[in-house]
């Protein structure tokens, strides 16, 4: 075996970053997590927030959902928060429908069978939502998945992922 065949460990140090106390810039990777991660979108989610996104399975009809986007929009906008375009979120209608999607530009309400294909950038949340271990997903205009368990808890991304 050569040197090259073995595992790798990395080691970092501990403190601050290298070159941190020379006033370094923070690596690319960190600085785009901060700009698409602002503290406001890291903030757990009130329990109201995730009953009024659990209740898009309720059979709404078009007035009531422009009312729970209207209701979304101002609570975002009441505290600073940075306004999602819209959530998915797993569908419990039955069959054929697996998750759906709110867009809060137009309380835009669709269910989707696993064969169709959802609208960019609300696709890229669909795996996390079927994976079964979030409430739902906010998505953001910038491309940002925010995944939020059922207690409101936001999975810390970085760079768009969740870690």
């Known amino acids: 075996m050569s040197h090259s065949d073995g595992p790798r460990r990395v080691v970092r140090p501990e403190g ?24 406001g979108r890291e903030q757990a989610r009130p329990p109201e927030v995730l009953r009024a ?16 986007a209207a209701w979304l929009r101002e609570h ?12 998915v979120a797993a569908c419990h209608l039955g069959p054929p429908y697996v998750d759906h999607r709110l867009s809060l530009i137009g309380a835009i309400l669709e269910h989707y069978a696993p064969d169709e ?29 925010l995944p939020v368990h059922d207690d409101g808890r936001i999975v810390r991304t970085r760079g768009g992922a969740p870690q």
Not at 19 to 35: L, N
């Open 16 to 39: 601050p970053a290298r070159g941190a106390a020379f006033g370094a810039r923070p690596a690319t990777g960190e600085r785009r997590a901060a700009r698409l991660a602002p503290a």
């Open 53 to 68: 996104v659990r209740s898009l399975d309720a059979g709404l009809d078009a007035p009531a959902r422009a009312q729970l």
């Open 76 to 87: 975002y906008e009441s505290r600073n928060e940075p306004l999602p375009l819209g959530f």
């Open 117 to 145: 294909a959802m609208p960019e950038p609300f696709s890229g949340a669909r795996m996390l939502v079927r994976a079964g271990a979030y409430a739902y997903v906010e998505v953001y205009d910038n491309g940002l998945l």
